[in-house]
């Protein structure tokens, strides 16, 4: 008989959530802003979504009593007050965000002020839209705010709408989810059920992004990335992150670096760092990608056209240093100790784009 441990304890607090997923879900918006025993809705986007969010509101009809199209990345703080003057202006009761992380990131921020239900039309792999997390920015500084007002109640992902993301988008895109899950693997708080719903997230995104990148308008394929989107965006909002996570945002916020592209540079790294310190919960992703998890994901990576090195985010060699001052100040809890050195030498590798070994 096959020997077998005793399961570890663990506390799971799940994100309550309404997911409907499929081709034309979309085309439930009206019903489903009514269930919230709401009418009238605020549609919000970027100003590159503009056409999107403005169709959306023609179909809808009186239940969209606005549109506001000028989300931005980060969530600035004076474009969150601007568009609660137009919620207040148009007598607006929900949100309707369409979009990526930014577009969520605004309804989120509308939320957390005045506590409005958000139906969310998810169109990147971002994972914003099933988390209770809202990063924002003022004066150049970004916080980030955990709060229960800011959890979508309603997230729609409907694959037709993601045909038009960028093929370069949609690559880094969803090796940012990917990060999320394999964070998610080795999490201080992973659980069981997480643990499961990441490998699958990342086994989806593997088995879908090649397909995209061959055929942008692949529905098979499209789907299959919305599908790992949401597992890889369900962990990042139940578990807590670690080193890679924290790397990137700190990166980011103080060399003003894009979201997407920075955790596709990172994770191979971050991944390779940590794969000695958390081998067995590793093992399920080592298996997806072959011998070595860090070396499996750069050469995916690469296979899929991605971005390399943050040489290419004009990121200067003399930044190091500092940035690993900033990477490693107040670290977030990491299956392996954060250690000066080593992180100085991950960040070289992955400034000059090198294969982890
Ligand atoms: P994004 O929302 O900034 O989108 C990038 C661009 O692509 C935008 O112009 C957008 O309008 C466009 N776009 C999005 N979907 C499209 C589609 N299907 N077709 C055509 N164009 C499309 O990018 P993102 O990576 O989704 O989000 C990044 C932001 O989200 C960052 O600010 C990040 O901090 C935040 N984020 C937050 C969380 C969280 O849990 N709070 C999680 C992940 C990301």
């Not at 605020?42 to 509101?57: C, G, I, N, W, Y």
């Not at 007050?81 to 930014?102: H, P």
């Not at 729609?156 to 960028?166: K, M, S």
């Amino acid at each position: 008989m096959r020997s077998i441990a005793v399961v570890s304890g663990f506390t799971y607090n799940v994100n309550p959530a309404r997911i409907l997923f499929g081709l034309g879900a979309s085309a439930n918006v009206a019903a489903e802003v009514s269930s919230l025993g709401c009418s009238r809705a605020l549609v919000l986007s970027t100003p590159f979504q503009a056409s999107d969010a403005e169709r959306l509101a023609a179909n809808l009809g009186p239940v969209a009593v606005g549109v506001f199209t000028q989300a931005a990345m980060h969530t600035p703080v004076d474009v969150t007050e601007n568009a609660m003057a137009a919620f207040e202006a148009a007598n607006a009761d929900c949100v309707i965000a369409v979009g990526g992380g930014s577009t969520i990131g605004l309804g989120k921020a509308i939320a957390y002020r005045n506590d409005a239900p958000q139906v969310v039309i998810a169109t990147t792999y971002a994972g914003s839209e099933v988390t209770p997390i809202l990063g924002q920015t003022e004066n150049g500084l970004k916080t980030t705010v955990r709060h229960a007002k800011i959890l979508p109640e309603v997230v729609i992902y409907d694959p037709e709408l993601t045909l038009g993301l960028p093929v370069a988008m949609s690559v880094t895109s969803g090796l940012n989810a990917m990060a999320h899950a394999v964070e998610a693997v080795y999490a201080e708080n992973r659980n069981p059920v997480t643990s499961l719903m990441a490998v699958e997230g990342v086994r989806a995104l593997r088995d879908a992004l090649p397909g995209i990148v061959e055929n942008p308008e692949s529905i098979e394929a499209r789907s299959e990335a919305l599908y790992g989107a949401w597992l890889c965006g369900a962990v990042l909002g139940t578990v807590g992150m670690a080193l890679h996570h924290k790397i990137c945002h700190t990166l980011g916020g103080t060399f003003d670096l894009p979201h997407a592209d920075t955790h596709a540079i990172m994770l191979p790294h971050s991944a390779a760092y940590n794969a000695p310190a958390a081998k067995g919960e590793m093992q399920p992703l080592t298996d997806l990608f072959g011998s070595s998890i860090g070396g499996g994901l750069w050469d995916f990576a690469k296979s899929l056209g991605a971005p390399m090195a943050l040489r290419e985010l004009n990121v200067r060699d003399v930044d190091l240093d500092h940035a690993t001052e900033i990477a490693t100040r107040n670290p977030y809890w990491n299956p392996r100790p954060i250690e000066s050195q080593a992180i100085r030498e991950l960040l070289q590798q992955a400034f000059e784009g090198r294969r982890p070994e």
